[in-house]
């Protein structure tokens, strides 16, 4: 009882509706010595957010081709970037948990059709008040006939969107999904200010977030100021922020042992133990659904050949890849996007391993000869160009010829990814399996990166993904979505050989509260909403 009513007293310290003099009284009462009880007090006023000060953060992402458009995201940067003006209905929290964010609430009582209940006087930076138009001209703009977004395929379930009273969403789905209010929360579908029945997606002055976009130079920094009419009590500490792109890691990793920003991502697995020793500098290092990929794509060829596919994942050393790449900051991949953090993971499917035998077996089936292009940059995840050459040398002990290709840094999520045959790529992973199959393997998706549309396993793999949407029997879902993973694993496009850690470095003049998140990297794309300066 004497501890519980300790933390109790801490919190309060830490919110401020107690003072330290309160502090030491009641804590002193309790038979707590005064040094004790300045120790806890100082812990308690320490977690305590504090307003102010100029954070200056880089990414190992960013491209000259960016654009605040967000259906036009594809990289870590403008994810983050994206966090500091916008908000979205939904957010995922510190602690990994669903929340309303736009949205006060969301309800459903048969998973089809879900109401969501919009904050009251939630203003955008160009003063506008949101409305519901708001909301939906903003999520309409992904749903066109023409629309490029890559949120599209997300949004295809939606089949009919209307205001509900002054301050509600109604959305019916053409099938139900239990997962849908995640969607909500995906980086792409950022609610922006409406006139005249339009949304203009590039208005820096168009979103509700805690800082204003002042300046955005493409693949390069953007620049911002608190938001006083945050309506987020308790977040957005900073007066003031610079964000960077800075794709070469060891340029990023000096510039914070210089103290030029304070915080950056995508260490370097090979250097985290001499970073760590710097005195002015934390590592840290969580595991969520981060994961590396080397999509194949189908309508590119040679990979249409299911054997020539089944011959390059069984070429692949794993381990190695993790031990050598990612320095054991990491785990094996199944070639399938669900990690152990997701619900429905697939334990029991036998781990895939290198078999030069079955590689070079199903190798001569498939009839092909010659070299096989595998393009590469470190752009995609510190280490892929490695990583490319370690599976070309494991491919060589199989009779198989894999040239690297070592693509512009710059660039790449434009010119590479998504349109060469076969390249290295990351997913930061999805909390849930339907949001993680629904961006990136059902034949709806923009991206769609292996273009796996046309075999009989991936016409039954569509079907299972909308029919486990709906489920709402437990163990029938889990049925579902344990086949779906076997047949991406079997003959999908994409080899997965391993998932990484985030790991982060950060000047130790920043307070990361105790719980980040791990859906993104850098707490869930939100730090600069969630951390302050010590």
Same mark, same amino acid.
């Given at each position: 009882?004497?501890?519980?009513?300790?933390?109790?007293?801490?919190?309060?310290?830490?919110?401020?509706?107690?003072?330290?003099?309160?502090?030491?009284?009641?804590?002193?009462?309790?038979?707590?010595?005064?040094?004790?009880?300045?120790?806890?007090?100082?812990?308690?006023?320490?977690?305590?957010?504090?307003?102010?000060?100029?954070?200056?953060?880089?990414?190992?992402?960013?491209?000259?081709?960016?654009?605040?458009?967000?259906?036009?995201?594809?990289?870590?940067?403008?994810?983050?970037?994206?966090?500091?003006?916008?908000?979205?209905?939904?957010?995922?929290?510190?602690?990994?948990?669903?929340?309303?964010?736009?949205?006060?609430?969301?309800?459903?009582?048969?998973?089809?059709?879900?109401?969501?209940?919009?904050?009251?006087?939630?203003?955008?930076?160009? @003063?506008?008040?949101?409305?519901?138009?708001?909301?939906?001209?903003?999520?309409?703009?992904?749903?066109?006939?023409? %629309?490029?977004?890559?949120?599209?395929?997300?949004?295809?379930?939606?089949?009919?969107?209307?205001?509900?009273? %002054?301050?509600?969403?109604?959305?019916?789905?053409?099938? $139900?999904? !239990?997962?849908?209010?995640?969607?909500?929360?995906?980086?792409?579908? $950022?609610?922006?200010a409406s006139k005249d029945g339009k949304v203009d997606m590039l208005d820096?002055? @168009?979103?509700?977030?805690?800082?204003?976009?002042?300046?955005?130079?493409?693949?390069?920094?953007?620049?911002?100021?608190?938001?006083?009419?945050?309506?987020?009590?308790?977040?957005?500490?900073?007066? %003031?922020?610079?964000?960077?792109?800075?794709?070469?890691?060891?340029?990023?990793?000096?510039?914070?042992?210089? *103290?030029?920003?304070?915080?950056?991502?995508?260490?370097s697995a090979k250097t985290v133990n001499l970073l760590s020793r710097a005195?002015?500098?934390?590592?840290?290092?969580?595991?969520?659904?981060?994961?590396?990929?080397?999509?194949?794509?189908?309508?590119?060829?040679?990979?249409?050949?299911?054997?020539?596919?089944?011959?390059?994942?069984?070429?692949?050393?794993?381990?190695?890849?993790?031990?050598?790449?990612?320095?054991?900051?990491?785990?094996?991949?199944?070639?399938?996007?669900?990690?152990?953090?997701?619900?429905?993971?697939?334990?029991?499917?036998?781990?895939?391993?290198?078999?030069?035998?079955?590689? $070079?077996?199903?190798?001569?089936?498939?009839?092909?000869?010659?070299?096989?292009?595998?393009?590469?940059?470190?752009?995609a995840f510190n280490g892929a160009v490695d990583a490319a050459q370690l599976?070309?040398?494991?491919?060589?002990?199989?009779?198989?010829?894999?040239?690297?290709?070592?693509?512009?840094?710059? *660039?790449?999520?434009?010119?590479?990814?998504?349109?060469?045959?076969?390249?290295?790529?990351?997913?930061?992973?999805?909390?849930?399996?339907?949001?993680?199959?629904?961006?990136?393997?059902?034949?709806?998706?923009?991206?769609?990166?292996?273009?796996?549309?046309?075999?009989? %396993?991936?016409?039954?793999?569509?079907?299972?993904?909308?029919? $486990?949407?709906?489920?709402?029997?437990?163990?029938?879902?889990?049925?579902?979505?344990?086949?779906?993973?076997?047949?991406?694993?079997?003959?999908? @496009?994409?080899?997965?050989?391993?998932?990484?850690?985030?790991?982060?470095?950060?000047?130790?003049?920043?307070?990361?509260?105790?719980?980040?998140? !791990?859906?993104?990297?850098?707490?869930?794309?939100?730090?600069?909403?969630?951390?302050?300066?010590?």
């Amino acid at each position: 009882m004497k501890d519980k009513f300790i933390k109790d007293q801490q919190l309060k310290l830490s919110r401020g509706t107690i003072d330290r003099r309160q502090f030491m009284t009641s804590v002193l009462a309790t038979g707590i010595a005064v040094p004790a009880a300045l120790t806890l007090a100082k812990s308690a006023e320490a977690a305590t957010p504090k307003k102010g000060g100029h954070m200056k953060a880089a990414q190992g992402h960013g491209s000259t081709t960016d654009t605040l458009d967000p259906a036009t995201f594809e990289n870590g940067y403008m994810n983050n970037v994206s966090y500091t003006f916008n908000n979205h209905l939904t957010e995922v929290s510190s602690n990994g948990e669903l929340i309303g964010e736009l949205a006060e609430s969301y309800e459903s009582s048969d998973a089809k059709t879900w109401m969501f209940n919009l904050r009251k006087g939630v203003e955008f930076h160009n @003063g506008k008040t949101m409305t519901p138009e708001d909301v939906i001209l903003s999520l309409q703009h992904h749903m066109g006939e023409d %629309s490029k977004s890559a949120a599209k395929g997300l949004l295809t379930q939606v089949e009919e969107m209307k205001q509900d009273g %002054s301050h509600g969403v109604k959305m019916v789905l053409k099938n $139900a999904n !239990a997962d849908f209010p995640y969607i909500m929360s995906d980086y792409h579908l $950022a609610i922006r200010a409406s006139k005249d029945g339009k949304v203009d997606m590039l208005d820096p002055k @168009g979103g509700t977030g805690a800082y204003y976009l002042n300046k955005f130079e493409p693949g390069v920094r953007a620049e911002g100021t608190r938001n006083p009419n945050f309506f987020k009590d308790g977040s957005g500490h900073f007066d %003031s922020y610079e964000h960077l792109s800075i794709l070469d890691v060891t340029a990023r990793q000096q510039a914070l042992m210089n *103290g030029d920003v304070y915080v950056i991502d995508k260490v370097s697995a090979k250097t985290v133990n001499l970073l760590s020793r710097a005195p002015n500098i934390n590592i840290k290092e969580v595991t969520g659904t981060l994961h590396y990929t080397f999509p194949m794509r189908l309508d590119v060829e040679p990979f249409g050949n299911y054997d020539l596919r089944m011959a390059l994942k069984l070429s692949v050393k794993r381990q190695e890849l993790v031990d050598k790449v990612l320095f054991g900051h990491g785990a094996l991949g199944n070639d399938h996007p669900i990690s152990t953090a997701n619900r429905y993971h697939h334990s029991s499917l036998p781990q895939r391993e290198f078999n030069p035998e079955k590689a $070079a077996e199903h190798y001569k089936k498939s009839g092909h000869s010659g070299p096989i292009k595998l393009s590469a940059a470190d752009a995609a995840f510190n280490g892929a160009v490695d990583a490319a050459q370690l599976m070309a040398n494991s491919a060589k002990e199989c009779g198989i010829n894999i040239e690297v290709v070592r693509e512009p840094k710059d *660039g790449y999520w434009s010119n590479v990814w998504n349109k060469k045959g076969w390249s290295a790529c990351y997913w930061g992973g999805r909390p849930t399996e339907d949001w993680m199959f629904s961006a990136a393997y059902t034949n709806d998706t923009e991206w769609n990166d292996t273009a796996w549309k046309g075999t009989e %396993s991936s016409k039954k793999f569509n079907g299972l993904v909308k029919a $486990a949407k709906g489920e709402l029997d437990d163990a029938k879902r889990r049925k579902m979505y344990e086949e779906c993973q076997t047949l991406v694993h079997d003959d999908g @496009g994409t080899i997965c050989p391993m998932f990484a850690n985030y790991i982060m470095g950060v000047n130790k003049k920043i307070v990361i509260p105790e719980n980040i998140a !791990a859906n993104w990297e850098l707490d869930g794309g939100k730090m600069l909403e969630r951390w302050w300066f010590a």
